[in-house]
């Protein structure tokens, strides 16, 4: 089974602190995603990576900034947190970015920033 | 440019009874299209994906999902709720050729009452 972890499930930060969020992948995928979740809006793609230090920003990316240095890690990185990024952020992987591809989903971090 | 649209975002059901959820989508090219469910406190997880091989698409834990691209819609259904099925429901699109990424709808929230 594919596994994806990340590495709160919670975490409080405040406003203007550097925040990292990471996530491992164990089944060698090219493909990684961050995401985030609010009611009503569903999940926003907010960065994806198709390779080690390769990186392709999504619909939402201000505010935020990526790093893969390892295949199996991709880590989100809020610069200077602020109120409106609390939310809950969703990692995920994939094999393959086209086609009907399937998108392995971690736990989710709920982050909240005061 | 792709979109969906999940036209409920609630839906509440008593058990025994069917579940419809719907979503209606928009793209360019001929789209690949998926439903994903995600339990409280859990990731999300594949429920069922249609890829043009057939346009009446079974998936897991009883929930099936039609094509009609006359009317751009892949509505998911089950003919009886379980308490087990309460869940968010996402509809997801992806079209076109090259790398992309999945476009999310907003969420159904189901609830099934005893």
């Known amino acids: 089974d594919v596994k994806v972890t990340q590495s709160s499930r919670y975490l409080v930060k405040r406003t203007g602190e550097k925040v990292f969020l990471e996530c491992v992948q164990d089944?060698?995928?090219?493909?990684m995603f961050w995401y985030r979740q609010d009611p009503g809006l569903g999940l926003r793609l907010i960065y994806f990576?198709?390779?080690?230090?390769?990186?392709e920003k999504g619909d939402i990316p201000e505010g935020y900034s990526v790093s893969r240095e390892k295949k199996e890690r991709f880590s989100l990185i809020l610069e200077s947190a602020s109120t409106n990024q609390t939310s809950m952020y969703l990692c995920?992987?994939?094999?393959?970015?086209?086609?009907?591809?399937?998108?392995?989903f971690g736990p989710g971090t709920r982050l909240t920033v005061t | 440019a792709q979109s969906v649209t999940q036209l409920d975002s609630h839906v509440s059901v008593s058990e025994g009874t069917p579940v419809l959820l719907r979503c209606n989508y928009s793209?360019?090219?001929?789209?690949?299209l998926f439903w994903y469910v995600q339990h409280p406190n859990k990731g999300l997880q594949l429920l069922l994906k249609?890829?043009?091989?057939?346009?009446l698409v079974k998936g897991i834990n009883g929930f099936e999902a039609e094509f009609k691209k006359s009317e751009t819609s892949f509505h998911l259904t089950k003919p009886s709720a379980h308490m087990s099925d309460a869940a968010e429901y996402f509809c997801?699109?992806?079209?076109?050729?090259?790398?992309?990424?999945?476009?999310f709808g907003s969420g159904t929230r189901l609830q099934v009452q005893p």
């Open positions: 793209s360019s090219y001929s789209p690949s």
């Open positions: 995920a992987s994939s094999l393959r970015l086209a086609g009907p591809y399937e998108q392995y």
């Open positions: 089944m060698d995928h090219e493909n």
């Open positions: 990576s198709y390779d080690v230090k390769m990186k």
């Open positions: 249609y890829t043009s091989a057939a346009t």
């Open positions: 997801v699109v992806t079209a076109g050729t090259g790398r992309r990424a999945l476009t």
